[in-house]
């Protein structure tokens, strides 16, 4: 987020003519994604990159988890052929095609400032250097930035996460419990006075989540928020940082069990009142999602993604669970009202807003009108997780990482838990009593 100082507006305009030279360079190298349906094709035992760009981690429980990495200038990070192998399962399962981030939008509350940090502001160039200390336990590895070199960028390492699950018999005489790790994945790019740290964590439990972490230090140009859209910083009430938002976004392209013809859900739930002589009651429905969707949260709402191939040993259709962190959805633009979109998956339409790959003349360059009633028979899906940055004292110097994002939680991907111990295997379906 690059402050409206001269350094910030310097800055600005040098990553504007980079980014134009990207612009070019990624549609030359073709498309990201295939608009068209493909069948289901078998999930190869390892990630088909080369071996640099592979990244492979078994966890707690014989967990495995495998993708590939690749480093955009617009997106920065970007992990492919994200597959999830529990023990028990003779072949990895694809999760993700691709995911990335697909901008980060940062509106001032004074109207005076707006950023796409992805696409309009270098966030991509701003690739940092690791150091050990700042990946422990894990690799660092060179990431290679046109223009910058190689940059020791990448970190991925492991990292306890407590219990995995914990249950005693009814004796109590025994507990099963678990410690789970997770693998990370992470980047550090800074934009500006910010710095962002890009996150997606894999658990041994087939969870993965990604976030945001905003560090760095607040724009030191923006200390002028006296018309009452800021906060004082500092001593008494001189110095006002100017409250904006960031609105993170995330694009994620399914390809559960290998095909892309994933199926969307959304799921409510409706509670009455309790009667007289009984409880409350709940009563949950589930719409299927066949066209393209602006999502808006909601109590009781969820979504998944459903494979149109893969069931698992109970025979129920696999999915993943879409589970947003807390959020801030910002009624600013059209393309921040909403918290979630399903659109038909385009290998030009990439970025939320300020879409800068070209989709033709007049095309419209953000998410929100790109819904507009196809058929979705090969669905991106884009998560937008906002966060109203009112300043604090605290947040000098440095700021503390402010972490904004959401989960994909696996639902019937596998029979039972993954991580269900011998002893327990029997237990599905109904439970022994006195166990
Ligand atoms: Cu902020």
Known sequence: MPSPSLIGARKHGAVLAAAALLATATAAAGPVTSATAAPAAPVPPRADCSAAYRIEQKLDGGTTWRMCWRYDTDSGLVLDKVTYQPKNQNTPIRVLTSAKLAQIHVPYDDGNAEYDDLTGAGFGWGLQNLKPAECPGGTITKVKVPELGDVSGLCTTTRARGHAYRMANDEGTKVWQSQGKDLLVYTVNKVAWYEYITEWRFSSDGT????????????????????????????????????????????????????????????????????????????????????????????????????????????????????????????????????????????????????????????????????????????????????????????????????????????????????????????????????
Request: proline share 7%.
């Open 208 to 435: 993965i989540a990604a976030n945001v972490g905003a560090t760095g230090s607040l724009a030191p140009g923006d200390y002028n928020g006296t018309d009452g859209r800021g906060w004082p910083i500092g001593h008494g009430a001189r110095s006002y940082a100017t409250s904006h938002a960031h609105n993170v976004f995330w694009r994620l392209d399914f390809g559960l069990d290998g095909s892309v013809r994933d199926r969307i859900e959304q799921y409510d739930s409706k509670v009455t009142a309790p009667s007289r002589n009984g409880g409350p009651t709940v009563k949950t429905t589930r719409t299927p999602v066949t066209r393209e969707l602006a999502g808006d949260a909601k109590n009781m709402r969820w979504w998944r993604v459903v494979s149109a191939t893969g069931k698992n040993k109970d025979g129920h259709q696999r999915s993943y669970e879409i589970v947003p962190g807390p959020s801030n959805t910002h009624a600013g633009r059209g393309f921040t009202k909403h918290d979630i979109y399903f659109t038909q998956s385009r290998a030009c339409e990439q970025f939320a807003s300020n879409n800068i790959l070209d989709c033709g003349r007049n095309a419209p360059d953000s998410v929100d009108k790109w819904v507009n009633g196809e058929t979705l028979t090969d669905p991106a899906v884009w998560v937008n997780i906002g966060f109203h940055h009112i300043a604090r004292d605290e947040d000098q110097q440095p700021m503390p990482v402010h972490w904004q994002g959401f989960q994909l939680a696996p639902r019937d991907v596998t029979a039972m838990n993954p991580l269900t111990p011998a002893d327990l295997a029997g237990q599905n379906g109904a439970p022994r009593l006195g166990s």
